[in-house]
Nanobody, 127 residues
Framework: QVQLVESGGQLVQAGGSLRLSCAASGRTLSPYMMGWFRQAPGKEREFVAA????????YYADSVKGRFTISRDNAKTTVYLQMNSLKPEDTAVYYC????????????????????WGQGTQVTVSS
């Protein structure tokens, strides 16, 4: 069992930067594929970014390419989402997710392929 807790969400002005964190606890004996998703009110949850279990492959949604960066710490227990040049359209609840069964280089945009989810952290970008 793995528990994920997101933090770092807050109100920020357009053009600003923010870094979200996702701390993992429980069964963390090996690296997990990690993903970030977001959901705005009245909309479906959408993929944002993901990192393979190896940490060498990353993938981003077109809407955030060049602005967001996914990374993890040396202990491989915390994953980050660095968000730059934020836009009002980025306003959403951001969720981190983990998968324990993926091949080392695999990444996926499909939410149903992740085993564990955090409770989310609110990011609000003002004009």
């Amino acid at each position: 069992q793995v528990q994920l807790v997101e933090s770092g969400g807050q109100l920020v002005q357009a053009g600003g930067s923010l870094r979200l964190s996702c701390a993992a606890s429980g069964r963390t004996l090996s690296p997990y594929m990690m993903g970030w998703f977001r959901q705005a009110p009245g909309k479906e949850r959408e993929f944002v970014a993901a990192m393979s279990r190896s940490g060498t492959n990353s993938y981003y949604a077109d809407s955030v390419k060049g602005r967001f960066t996914i990374s993890r710490d040396n202990a491989k227990t915390t994953v980050y989402l660095q968000m730059n040049s934020l836009k009002p359209e980025d306003t959403a609840v951001y969720y981190c997710a983990a998968d324990s069964r993926s091949s080392p280089l695999f990444v996926t945009t499909r939410s149903n392929e992740y085993d564990y989810w955090g409770q989310g952290t609110q990011v609000t970008v003002s004009s």
